[in-house]
Structures are given as structure tokens and as C-alpha cells.
């Protein structure tokens, strides 16, 4: 998983955010992500650590080990099929999640957690910029109608 060493190699790197000021004046994403080499950096410092308790921190139960490992090693597309394996909807979720898994990881107790959100976006956003993530509608109609209980993702999924 990622680089033996990477963790004591590189430092933790943070997305950006656009000043306020220019913020106000669009509705525009206003996250900066990160480019595929500082993602790549970000997924060598995951430890291999024997319980990856960022997993079992995540509330979807993402393989984020995997995905870090794949994205270290330049597999986006392996690693875009793992992620959505356990997360439907990782274009919002991943934006919208205050990333528990970060807190759970085993490197946060002695040093900053491996960027496990950042590299979550750079995944989605690699797979929507290759136009690896369609829509997938349903194969049959049946015109029944349903309820949909709740608003967030469970909801929706």
C-alpha cells in the first residue's frame, strides 16, 4: 500500500480555497483540488497499517487503502471502480463529508492524517474528466411510482 516510506517522506498537503471576495461573485466550485502528482504523493503516505480504521471511520465503508494505493500507483480507473463500489454518489458525498475517515486514521495520532478527502476528489473528478463516470438509467421502466423517505444520500440511492 502506497510507498513503504511515504509517510515519513511527505507532509500532508491541503486543497485551496478561493479567496471570499471572488467566492461572492460566482457559484463556481470554490475548492481548488489537488493535481494528479500531489494525489498521487497524498496516496504514498498511506501507512498499510494492519486495521485500516479509516474504514471503518468512513460512514459508506469506503476501501480508502485501495484506492490510495491505486492512485499512488497511477491506476485512476481501478481506483474510480473501487470507489464507487461502496459509495454511489462520491461526486457529492466526497464534497460534502466532514471526513471522519481522517480523523480514524492511524497516522493522525502521531502526525497529520493521510488527505483521504482530497484524494477522493481527485478520483471523481479524473473520472469525470475522462468521461468514466455516466449516468446509468434504470434498463426497465415499470411506471410504478415510489416514495422516496429522507433527503440525503440513503435517500437517494
Known amino acids: 500500500m502506497g510507498k513503504i516510506t511515504g509517510f ?3 507532509r500532508r498537503v491541503e486543497e485551496e480555497y478561493q479567496p471570499v471576495a471572488r467566492r461572492l461573485k460566482n457559484y463556481s466550485e470554490f475548492v481548488a483540488h489537488l493535481n494528479d502528482e500531489q494525489a498521487k504523493i497524498q496516496g504514498a503516505r498511506c501507512m498499510d497499517c494492519g486495521t485500516p480504521f479509516c474504514s ?9 487503502p485501495d484506492w490510495n494505493d491505486l492512485v499512488y ?4 480507473k481501478q481506483a474510480l471502480d ?6 454511489n454518489f462520491p461526486e457529492f458525498t ?4 466532514p471526513a471522519p475517515c481522517e480523523a480514524a486514521c492511524t497516522l493522525n495520532i502521531n502526525d497529520d492524517a493521510v488527505g483521504i478527502k482530497s484524494i477522493e476528489h481527485a478520483i471523481i ?8 463516470v455516466v449516468p446509468q438509467p ?6 410504478k411510482k415510489i416514495a422516496v423517505v ?4 440513503a435517500g437517494l440511492a
Open 8 to 10: 515519513m517522506e511527505f
Open 82 to 87: 473501487t470507489l464507487l463500489s461502496t459509495n
Open 73 to 76: 500507483r497511477g491506476n485512476w
Open 150 to 153: 429522507g433527503s440525503g444520500p
Open 56 to 64: 471503518s471511520g468512513c460512514p459508506v465503508n469506503n476501501i480508502i
Open 94 to 97: 466526497g464534497r460534502i463529508c
Open 125 to 132: 473528478d479524473k473520472g469525470g474528466e475522462n468521461g468514466w
Open 138 to 143: 434504470a434498463e426497465k421502466k415499470t411506471g
